[in-house]
């Protein structure tokens, strides 16, 4: 049998469909039961045509972690122009969204995961996507009104990042953390970000 050949634009919408499906593989399943068996079988194409998008899973990761970057910096805006909330209620309702990502269909990557996506990278791909991080944390800052160098991009990044995997963590990876406060951990963790950020864009309006 011939292999169907694929116009560009078919492909970029089988490269799409990979991207989003991926992520909802994180939200729904995590990457230890994504294979790429997996994720060719939900999208309809050979494991063989996968690899002329993506030369390992791990790449696909990356990239989707990328793909759903516009959605966030959009939900930002949206809450910020949103004239029924407060400054702080757009901010907590982002950082709450994000800390809830499974929930919300982000995908938020465990501990376990990202060591696993680490290893197989080059140091360069690592670097570019370190940078795309670094860029979309200070993009966030611009649109609360942030000035960057009031708060820097990494430092934010870590404090929203690391709230997000600690809470994903519970219980199974850090089974010594309590499970039954793991939402008021949250809370408490939001609005201690938020002290410092309020504090933070008052300091920059002086």
């Known amino acids: 049998m011939a292999r169907k050949a694929y116009s560009e634009q078919e492909r970029e919408q089988v490269r799409n469909a990979l991207l989003t499906t991926m992520i909802q593989c994180i939200v729904d399943r995590g990457l230890i039961h994504s294979s790429?068996?997996?994720?060719?079988?939900?999208?309809?194409?050979?494991?063989?045509?996968?690899?002329?998008?993506?030369p390992s899973k791990e790449e696909l990761v990356l990239e989707a972690l990328r793909y759903q970057q516009p959605k966030l910096l959009q939900c930002a805006k949206q809450l910020m122009e949103d004239?029924?909330?407060s400054w702080r209620e757009g901010v907590r309702t982002f950082l709450e969204t994000c800390a809830y990502g499974e929930k919300k269909g982000i995908a938020v990557l465990s501990i376990e995961e990202?060591?696993?996506?680490?290893?197989?990278?080059s140091p360069e791909n690592f670097q570019t996507f370190r940078e795309d991080?670094?860029?979309?944390?200070?993009?966030?800052?611009?649109?609360?009104?942030l000035p960057v160098d009031c708060i820097e991009p990494r430092l934010f990044g870590n404090l929203?990042?690391?709230?997000?995997?600690?809470?994903?963590a519970i219980p199974d990876t850090m089974p010594f953390l309590f499970p039954e406060v793991a939402d008021d951990m949250v809370k408490f963790q939001i609005n201690a970000l938020l002290d410092e950020m309020q504090r933070a864009k008052k300091e920059a309006i002086r």
Not at 114 to 121: D, I, P
Not at 160 to 168: F, I, R, W
């Open 36 to 54: 790429i068996d997996v994720l060719c079988k939900k999208v309809g194409i050979s494991k063989a045509f996968f690899y002329t998008f993506f």
């Open 83 to 85: 004239p029924s909330l």
């Open 114 to 121: 990202e060591q696993e996506v680490y290893r197989c990278l």
């Open 133 to 145: 991080q670094i860029k979309l944390f200070r993009e966030l800052l611009m649109i609360f009104d």
């Open 160 to 168: 929203a990042l690391s709230m997000m995997m600690v809470y994903k």
